[in-house]
């Protein structure tokens, strides 16, 4: 129950991400620097992982569920996705591909994972990798990512019309993009991007900013649409 988008400038990347939760799960604890992995990140504290993260390299790694995926429910005792990106950070030299295959794929529930490589400039530079069934596939990745656990069609169908209208139909820049994950099109609820259903929501919205050897995370700690507090961290 997520959705990400991004776009390129000359110099650098934007990047946005609304993350999607039930209203029963703990609230994640919000980004910080960690030394060890040269990185920053939000945790989620029921996983003890993470579902995005910036490092001080300029590598962005990315996550979203796969609600709709083939023998899901057929797995017992999964380990928690968030330990993907934990998992990749530990390991930044090695073949992502190399990296994920050390992981027990058979017991992590189905994901999509975008990482997108420093200094890139273009959708070639980002490797989008899917697991169902225990299996990785590679393939393109295209702005927005939309995951959401009802009616995936018609929410995937709804924002994209949403965002083709604000962030394609237009020169977009950031602004238009803040829109975007912002919306309550075409009202506050399951369709929209800024999502409220009775049993989940938008729990937090990040930004992702690279601009030449600037990079910076932005974070609020709630639905983009409320006043919720925010932070940002440099890199």
């Known amino acids: 129950m997520c959705t990400l988008s991004w776009f390129f400038k000359n110099d650098g990347l934007q990047l ?10 703990p609230k994640a604890v919000p980004p910080a620097y960690f030394a060890e ?11 003890a992982g993470t579902w995005l993260a910036l490092t001080g390299g300029g590598a962005v790694y990315c996550l979203l569920n796969n609600y709709q995926a083939a023998g899901r429910s057929l797995i017992e005792k999964p380990v ?6 934990m998992q990749l950070l530990q390991q930044p030299q090695q073949d992502l591909i190399s990296a994920l295959q050390q992981l027990p794929l058979q017991q992590i529930q189905p994901f ?6 420093p200094q890139a400039r273009g959708d070639d530079d980002i490797l989008c990798i899917s697991l169902q ?10 702005s927005p990512l939309i995951s959401s656990a009802v009616n995936l069609p018609e929410v995937s169908a709804q924002r994209i019309e949403v965002y083709q209208q604000l962030c394609v139909a237009t020169a977009a820049g950031t602004e ?27 729990v ?15 974070y609020v700690d709630g639905a983009p649409c409320s006043n919720a507090a925010s932070l940002t961290l440099c890199l």
């Open 16 to 25: 946005f991400f609304n993350r999607d939760e039930q209203r029963s799960r």
């Open 37 to 47: 992995h040269n990185a920053v990140y939000p945790t989620d504290p029921q996983g």
């Open 80 to 85: 928690s996705r968030g330990q993907v990106i």
């Open 112 to 117: 999509t994972l975008c990482y997108f490589a």
């Open 133 to 142: 069934g225990g299996k990785l596939q590679q393939h393109r990745a295209i």
């Open 176 to 202: 238009q993009y803040l829109q975007f994950h912002s919306s309550h099109v075409p009202a506050a609820s399951a369709l929209s991007v800024c999502m409220h259903r009775f049993d989940a929501h938008t």
């Open 204 to 218: 937090s919205f990040s930004h992702i900013s690279i601009s030449g050897s600037h990079k910076q995370f932005h």
